[in-house]
């Protein structure tokens, strides 16, 4: 076992040196790979930033970082009104919410999920809208750490090696009582020599075992993070890939003129139940679409096999060119929120080079709600 083991930490050490594999992409300054971002955990003004859920946050998330829920990052009251969209909340609490996550104007920042993407670009599209240029999106997110993590690999080769022993102990006793009293003396010392050396082994394994996860970068529990002051240079703020519900609604108009003549598409990254209303969320009045959008859901866009946030440009331009998603038109993309499955396709784009992109921000929480907004369904 200890051979193995070896092995194992000395084949993840080796993955610590390339940087992420050439995916083909035109912008590269938006990802960072887990072999980069891994030197970073723990350094002064580095701050990884997840973007999942707070359930999903304790149950596993980056050692030191803290938890910024996408779908949660966008702030209207409870008929869906932004008061200062297109910004995803007000610029002072803005400033309160992420200073409060223990991160100034000198962070940088590193957003994550659990690898799919659509979590970590809406963390992505928050900060870069209020002109925080320091940010990656972490390529494969918390899967891609634990994956080059040394102490995780040793730690699920323990886990493998305790229930390997655990099996044998469990035939060892099955055998001894399925024997009886027929059992030889001979053969049940056997087996009992076979269960009692086994504890041992399991003993042994779970003291192990609890050393490797005491140094393990995915860890579980609760947030921990001292606030610090963040401020918002207004004259910074980037309104260059966000879009308010009347710029979509006059998108929506020309698409519905022109057709596929339009210079402008909106890309739906829904759902079907969601698309064809039947699927409501939180408190939002009404189901349905915006006419004349584009049905092209986020997790065509993620890597689903290779557990990365994005596939590789040549497959993201042949997915886009597919439905009609070419560069010379203005893109918008909307989910529930903006922050998430919208900000996704943004993110992606972004990566081609695309220029004229925005996540609708607020997304259906907005159209939704807004009675004089048509819907279809």
């Not at 930033?49 to 946050?57: E, K, P, R």
């Not at 992420?98 to 104007?105: E, L």
Request: net charge neutral; hydrophobic share 40%; with cysteine.
């Amino acid at each position: 076992m200890k051979n193995m083991l070896k092995t194992l930490v000395f084949a993840a050490a080796l993955t610590l040196t390339p940087l992420m594999a050439e995916e083909g992409y035109e912008n590269n300054d938006i990802l960072i790979s887990a072999e980069e971002a891994i030197k970073l955990i723990g350094k002064e003004n580095v701050m990884f930033v997840s973007g999942d859920a707070d359930d999903t946050y304790k149950l596993g998330h980056i050692k030191g970082s803290v938890e910024m829920y996408a779908h949660h990052l966008h702030h209207s009251d409870i008929t869906g009104e932004m008061h200062c969209a297109p910004l995803y909340r007000c610029v002072d609490d803005a400033e309160a919410y992420i200073g409060s996550k223990g991160i100034d104007n000198n962070t940088m920042i590193i957003a994550y999920d659990d690898f799919k993407g659509p979590n970590a670009t809406g963390v992505y599209s928050f900060f870069q809208s209020y002109g925080h240029t320091n940010i990656k999106v972490l390529n494969g997110g918390r899967a891609a750490m634990m994956k080059i993590d040394p102490a995780q690999i040793k730690f699920d080769a323990l886990k493998e090696e305790i229930k390997a022993s655990k099996e044998q102990a469990k035939e060892a006793e099955k055998q001894l009582k399925d024997a009886g009293a027929t059992i030889t003396a001979e053969k049940k010392a056997e087996l009992e020599a076979v269960i009692a050396k086994n504890k041992e082994v399991q003993k042994d394994l779970l003291a192990k075992s609890k050393e490797a996860e005491a140094n393990l970068l995915v860890v579980k529990g609760d947030e921990k993070v001292t606030p610090k002051t963040y401020k918002i240079d207004t004259k910074k703020i980037d309104l260059s890939f966000i879009a308010e519900k009347n710029e979509i609604k006059h998108a929506m108009e020309d698409i519905l003129k022109n057709g596929k003549d339009s210079k402008y598409v909106i890309i739906d990254s829904r759902g079907i139940a969601e698309i064809i209303g039947e699927r409501k969320m939180d408190n939002v009045a009404r189901g349905g679409h915006i006419p004349g959008s584009t049905f092209m859901e986020w997790n065509k866009i993620s890597d689903m096999e290779a557990k990365k946030s994005f596939k590789p440009a040549k497959d993201l331009k042949e997915i886009y060119a597919k439905y009609g998603i070419s560069p010379d038109k203005t893109i918008y993309a909307y989910c529930m929120v903006g922050a998430g499955r919208g900000s996704e396709h943004i993110t992606a784009l972004q990566l081609l080079g695309y220029k004229n992109i925005k996540v609708f921000t607020g997304s259906w929480d907005v159209w939704g709600n807004d009675m004089n907004l048509p819907l279809k369904r």
